[in-house]
C-alpha cells in the first residue's frame, strides 16, 4: 500500500514550490494537499477562532487530493486531520517549498513550521522545505535530488520522527550544495523594524521592514552559518519548549523546593 502523505505550505497554491513538493511527494506515495486559499506567510501557529473556515476541493483523481482553506496553514492542517480526510492518518506530513528562509529567528514565525509543527503535535512526522530564494520564478530542478533523498529517508524510518520534526533549509543558490548539515536554530533579532509613514489624510501608518542582527553569526552548529556558506541545514524541532536546563536556577530564584 502507498504511504498517505499530506502537504500544505503558506504560500497558497499560487507559488510554484509547492507544485514542486507535489511532484516529489507523488512519486514516493497518495498525496492529499490542503493548502491557504490566500498567502498566509508570517502566521505561525495562528488559527482562526472567530469566523468559519470553508474549503473547496479543487482537485479529485485517483490518488491525488486537493483542498484549498480560507484559514491559516495550521487551519490547513487541523481541518485536514479533523475533516478532510475521513479519518485516515498520514503517513507523513510535508510543507513548503517556501519562497524564501525559514531558519533562525524566522523559524518561530513561519507559517510553513507551523504546518509541521502541528502534525508533530499529534505524533505525525513532518518535514518543513524552505530555500533562500524569494523570486517566484526561481528554478527548483536542482533541489529535487535533496528532496527526495530526505521523503525517501524519512518514509523509512518513520518512528524517529513520532516526536519531532525536520525544518530544512536550501541556500539561494541551487546550482550547487556543499552538502547537508544538522543544525541548530541561529540566535537573532530585528532592529528598525518599521518605517512610520504619513498617509494623504495625515494618518500614521508603519509599514514592516527591518534589519537583522545575528547573536551568534560565528557559531558553526547554526543553521544560518552553514546556509551561507552553501550547505543544506536541517534542523530538528519539537512542540515542547521547555527550558529544562533553566528550572533548577529558576525553581532556586523562586525559592522553591
Not at 504560500?11 to 498567502?39: C, E, F, N, Q, S
Not at 492542517?77 to 533562525?104: C, E, F, T, W
Not at 494623504?200 to 560565528?218: E, F, I, K, R
Request: negative net charge.
Amino acid at each position: 500500500m502507498r504511504p498517505l502523505i499530506l502537504i500544505s505550505n503558506d504560500d497558497g497554491l499560487h507559488y510554484p514550490g509547492i507544485h514542486t513538493l507535489i511532484d516529489i511527494a507523488r512519486r514516493a506515495g497518495d498525496v492529499v494537499v490542503v493548502a491557504p486559499l490566500h498567502h498566509q506567510s508570517g502566521k505561525s501557529s495562528a488559527i482562526t477562532i472567530t469566523t468559519p473556515l470553508r474549503a473547496f476541493k479543487t482537485t479529485d483523481e485517483d490518488g491525488y487530493t486537493v483542498w484549498q482553506v480560507d484559514g491559516t496553514p495550521t487551519d490547513c492542517m487541523k481541518l485536514a486531520l479533523d475533516q478532510l480526510l475521513d479519518g485516515r492518518r498520514p503517513h507523513l506530513v510535508l510543507s513548503g517549498i517556501n519562497h524564501g528562509y525559514n531558519a533562525g529567528v524566522s523559524t518561530i514565525y513561519s507559517g510553513t513550521v507551523g504546518v509541521v509543527l502541528e502534525a508533530v503535535a499529534r505524533h505525525i512526522p513532518a518535514i518543513a522545505f524552505s530555500v533562500g530564494s524569494i523570486e517566484h520564478d526561481i528554478d527548483f530542478t536542482p533541489c529535487v535530488s535533496v528532496i527526495e533523498d530526505i521523503i525517501h529517508n524519512a518514509l523509512g524510518n518513520l518512528d524517529a520522527l513520532s516526536n519531532v520534526c525536520l525544518n530544512v533549509n536550501m541556500p539561494a543558490n541551487c546550482d550547487h550544495f556543499e552538502g547537508v548539515k544538522i543544525t541548530t536554530t541561529a540566535i537573532g533579532h530585528w532592529e528598525r523594524e518599521y518605517d512610520h509613514r504619513v498617509d494623504p489624510h495625515g494618518g500614521d501608518y508603519y509599514w514592516l521592514q527591518g534589519t537583522y542582527v545575528s547573536d551568534n553569526d560565528n557559531d558553526d552548529r547554526t543553521d544560518l552559518y552553514w546556509l551561507k556558506r552553501g550547505w543544506v541545514s536541517v534542523t530538528p524541532l519539537r512542540v515542547d519548549q521547555t527550558a529544562t536546563e533553566a528550572m533548577p536556577h529558576i525553581a532556586g530564584m523562586l525559592k522553591l523546593t
